[in-house]
């Protein structure tokens, strides 16, 4: 059970930030940035689809679903708010250009360090995950390193907004190193912690951007089903089809 | 009266609003970023070929938005991309004087010479 709730909680992350992101299709600031977030937001999907399947070849496997049979779908669509295990940043509003870009750089400098230490594990299955995700990963990191960069050292405006989208998303970036008991004790949290300031600090640095000082509160819940007030609203519009149709198929 | 009957549009000459985001971002986009040409090479040993143009902040913005736009079907394995205005092109008024005369020289085409049978892979 606990390794299930595991990796729920990494498919979730993966879903609902990719869910997110996708509200910028169609939207983008360019058309070449438009496709750039989208193709990021379905590397995350396939992600997600990866670990939610094997997720519920161990529900199904434990047979504590008799008779509801788990399956992908079933995991992401039917399951409520409080079953729903990912961090708090990535239910955030996807914001403005600049906060979409840092939330998008602390959620995929955190990701590599979680799957190069997945990869290395002794499941098998994650370990392959891993593998495929973090090559997507790396790149998503030189993306949106790029973007911080970018704003952080470009114009007046560029610069306050980014400013503005650091102050807004540090506090929720403590939860990705907090442990939550169902991680398994091959992951070490405090050692990807140590290598993710590093690499955001250096970044940030190059943006002209002060890594927030101080003791600040950092929020938490999320991976105990304890969501934002923008959750529900998520959930409900990504929701919507198989809660009125269920089973509705192509 | 000025009659408003519909009218037909062609892709490209959708009229802009006055005001409408559309056109605001278009300019502004222009002003900013600028076009680049971008070129794929699609195996190890072929040249680099044109693919397309798209608009970046600069060469690294430009090598990223080309990886996004032109590569996400596993076309290619390098990249290269040039400022469009650093390409010099001829002039299709020219086309006449530059390109005709090759017709009717047919001689220029090596095809007039006897290859002996141990010549392979001409």
């Given at each position: 059970m606990q390794q299930i709730n595991f990796i729920l909680s990494l498919a979730d992350a993966n879903l609902i930030l990719s869910q997110r992101n996708?509200?910028?299709?169609?939207?983008?600031?360019?058309l070449e940035q438009d496709i750039a977030i989208t193709n990021i937001t379905l590397d995350l999907l396939g992600q997600a689809r990866n670990f939610y399947q094997y997720a519920a070849s161990l529900v199904n496997q434990s047979g504590n679903m008799p008779g509801n049979i788990a399956t992908e779908d079933s995991l992401a669509y039917r399951r409520t708010e409080r079953e729903f295990k990912n961090i708090l940043l990535c239910e955030?509003?996807?914001?403005d250009w600049a906060q979409t870009v840092l939330r998008q750089f602390f959620y995929s400098v955190f990701c590599k360090g979680l799957y190069t230490q997945l990869l290395q594990g002794q499941d098998a299955q994650l370990s392959a995950i891993a593998e495929k995700s973090l090559k997507e990963v790396l790149y998503h990191v030189r993306w949106s390193g790029e973007w911080v960069m970018r704003l952080g050292d470009g114009t007046a405006e560029s610069n306050q907004r980014m400013k503005q989208a650091l102050q807004f998303l540090w506090p929720y970036t403590g939860e990705m190193f907090m442990?939550?008991?169902?991680?398994?004790?091959?992951?070490d949290l405090a050692s990807i912690k140590k290598q993710w300031l590093s690499q955001v600090r250096s970044i940030l640095e190059e943006a002209t951007?002060?890594?927030?000082?101080?003791?600040i509160f950092m929020q938490s819940g999320g991976k105990k089903g304890?969501?934002?007030?923008?959750m529900g609203f998520l959930l409900a519009e990504m929701q919507y089809l198989q809660r009125m149709y269920p089973d509705a198929n192509w | 009266m000025n009659h408003q009957f519909i009218k037909k549009l062609y892709y490209g000459d959708i009229p802009d609003e006055p005001g409408s985001g559309a056109a605001y971002i278009a300019k502004a986009d222009t002003a900013a970023w600028p076009l680049w040409e971008v070129f794929i090479?699609?195996?190890?040993?072929l040249d680099h070929k044109h693919a397309g143009s798209l608009k970046a902040a600069d060469a690294t913005m430009a090598i990223e938005n080309a990886r996004d736009?032109?590569?996400?079907?596993?076309?290619?394995v390098s990249i290269w991309v040039v400022e469009s205005k650093n390409i010099h092109a001829s002039n299709p008024d020219d086309a006449e004087s530059f390109?005709?005369?090759?017709?009717?020289?047919?001689?220029?085409?090596?095809?007039?010479y006897e290859l002996p049978d141990e010549v392979k892979h001409m």
């Open positions: 996708a509200e910028w299709c169609g939207h983008g600031p360019v955030l509003p996807k914001g442990p939550a008991g169902f991680e398994n004790n091959e992951i951007l002060q890594l927030p000082a101080g003791n304890i969501h934002t007030e923008h | 090479r699609s195996k190890r040993g736009v032109y590569t996400r079907r596993q076309e290619g390109f005709d005369p090759a017709e009717d020289k047919v001689y220029r085409h090596p095809s007039f």
